[in-house]
């Protein structure tokens, strides 16, 4: 069975460029703060199925509840009884300190997806997550 990865996160922190990058796949990615992701969608591979997201806080007004909403159409079409089984989920974050309100907002959401996930508990599910961030830190 081939791996899922879902990749969530903010607008312009990189899921697109990653999704061409590893699905080897002919996809527009954005020039920074602009959305490239209308909607979820999910590439294939020999390996594994690859899921690019809209980006929380997105450039064209759409909520974090309606991406939420979009990811969860996206499981139902290619679920099994509306389960769908996400083994990893690369979490795009920015580096800056004042983003914690909004990091935590986004936990929030990667906890809500356990509802719809194959027998996954809660602890299982966050020891499938990568995070990734963008930009750079100061070295002390």
Not at 15 to 26: N, P, S
Not at 88 to 93: A, D, G, N, Q, S
Not at 108 to 127: A, G, S, V
Request: hydrophobic share 40%; aromatic share 10%; net charge negative.
């Amino acid at each position: 069975m081939k791996k899922t990865i879902l990749a969530i996160g903010s607008t312009g922190l990189g899921k697109t460029t990653m999704a061409r990058l590893l699905c080897e796949v002919d996809v527009e990615d954005s020039s920074g703060t602009k959305s490239a992701t209308k909607e979820a969608i999910m590439y294939e591979t020999n390996e594994f199925l690859f899921i690019d997201t809209c980006g929380f806080d997105d450039s064209s007004d759409t909520t974090d509840e309606e991406v939420f909403h979009d990811i969860m159409r996206l499981f139902q079409r290619y679920g099994k009884n509306n389960i769908f089984n996400i083994d990893v989920i690369l979490w795009f974050c920015c580096e800056s300190v004042r983003e914690m309100a909004h990091l935590r907002r986004e936990a929030r959401f990667i906890q809500r997806l356990i509802e719809y996930t194959d027998e996954c508990k809660p602890i299982d599910l966050w020891k499938n997550v990568l995070i990734i961030t963008k930009g750079t830190f100061p070295i002390a």
